[in-house]
């Protein structure tokens, strides 16, 4: 069993307006995974400066960061970092460029946790519709440009707000979405912007929103998680980019 997370933390700024990145970190220990995904990790402009120090997290928490950064200062590429705890294996990582009228960016990671060896991608789409469903298939694409292929999980602020939009349709037809319910904003949530696709490798056992007292104050997303379990051999999927929900 994988427990797996996404959490855009809106560059540590609560919906207080004050950026206070220790929120950050004990919502991170509330959640407890395997792996978390973290979108808007980075500021935007400039040197593209972390809003968490990366000595932060390796003194309060028992995570390591897959260092995907080109920049000194940052903890990710385009705001995306990938955080695994200290006991799993860093394989191998990427950085995914994607088409954009700004720039944006996703990444991914070869990890071996619990023994498994899986590939994680990470990524903050765009909110133009027309660029989702590009980025998605560039997505897609660069994660199969391996000579190997291993059982993969997709996470992220998707910004696609319904679950029949056609961004959604983009991914692999064996692929399968997950909604974990609504994360937007997080005072009072009407929107499920953030989401998990699996492989038909994997089964999601469980999955939801992490809706704490501090997670409702720490950013304007809740983060997301699920329980993944992973067959021993590759399961045929039956689906064509089914979308499932959990609450």
């Known amino acids: 069993m994988i427990k797996i997370g ?11 307006a004050r950026r206070k990145p220790e929120r950050i970190l004990e919502v991170l220990r509330e ?5 978390v995904a973290l979108q808007e990790a980075d500021r935007r402009f400039g040197p593209r400066e972390t809003t968490i120090d990366p000595e932060l997290i390796a ?4 995570y390591k960061i897959v260092p995907l950064a080109t920049r000194q200062l940052s903890l990710g590429w385009h705001g995306n970092a990938i955080l695994a705890r200290t006991d799993v294996n860093i394989i191998d990582f990427k950085r995914l460029e994607l088409p954009a009228l700004e720039p944006r960016g996703a990444v991914m990671a070869d990890l071996k946790v619990n023994g498994a060896l899986i590939r994680v991608a990470a990524m903050h789409l765009s909110v133009v519709s027309t660029f989702r469903r590009r980025q ?34 983009t991914f692999s037809p064996h692929y399968e979405v997950t909604t974990p319910g609504r994360s937007f904003p997080s005072p009072l949530p009407i929107a499920s912007l953030d989401r998990i696709i699996t492989s038909p490798e994997f089964s999601v056992e469980e999955c ?4 704490t ?14 329980r993944l379990s992973l067959a021993d051999h590759p399961a045929q999927s039956t689906s064509s980019g089914a979308e499932s929900v959990c609450q």
């Not at 003194?59 to 028992?62: F, G, H, P």
């Not at 998707?158 to 349709?169: A, C, F, H, Q, V």
């Open 136 to 169: 998605v298939a560039s997505v897609m694409q660069q994660l199969h440009e391996h000579a190997y292929q291993l059982p993969t999980v997709l996470v992220g602020d998707l910004n696609e707000w319904r679950d029949t939009g056609r961004s959604l349709k």
């Open 208 to 211: 939801g929103v992490h809706r």
């Open 59 to 62: 003194s309060t928490t028992d």
């Open 213 to 226: 007292k501090i997670a409702k104050i720490a950013s304007d997303h809740l983060p997301i998680w699920a």
């Open 6 to 16: 996404s959490y855009n933390i809106q560059k540590s700024i609560g919906v207080d």
């Open 31 to 35: 959640m407890d995974c395997d792996i």
